[in-house]
């Protein structure tokens, strides 16, 4: 069974730093793209960033230059590190696994990040 479990969500104020975990088990995330996307209430769930399992990491604006994706193969486990938090973060963030090869995608069950002053 597949799990992607997030961690690291919270309540913060603007400008201040989060860091996010996601720890999968049931797959070796060296074979699959691991991204985050983020969803806030009343808008679609958008992406973060993907960090593909060959090539470029690619940011969504907003995030660019603030967040950055990095990757524990040996301990399966992605993180992304927020930086410079503005309250339009607010959201749940996803995490996201996307096998290299046959497109077989999971989903983790999200973590709530919140800034506010």
């Known amino acids: 069974q597949v799990q992607l479990v997030e961690s690291g969500g919270g309540l913060v104020q603007p400008g201040e730093s989060l860091r996010l975990s996601c720890i999968a088990s049931?797959?070796?995330?060296?074979?699959?793209?691991m991204g985050w996307y983020r969803q806030a209430p009343g808008k679609q769930r958008e992406l973060v960033v993907i960090?593909?399992?060959?090539?470029?990491?690619n940011y969504g604006d907003s995030v660019k230059g603030r967040f950055t994706i990095s990757r524990d193969n040996a301990k399966n486990t992605v993180y992304l590190q927020m930086n410079s938090l503005k309250p339009e973060d607010t959201a749940i963030y996803y995490c996201n696994a996307v096998h290299y090869r046959t497109r077989s995608a999971f989903w983790g069950q999200g973590t709530q990040v919140t800034v506010s002053s």
């Open positions: 049931g797959i070796s995330i060296s074979f699959y793209d």
């Open positions: 960090m593909p399992n060959v090539g470029s990491t």
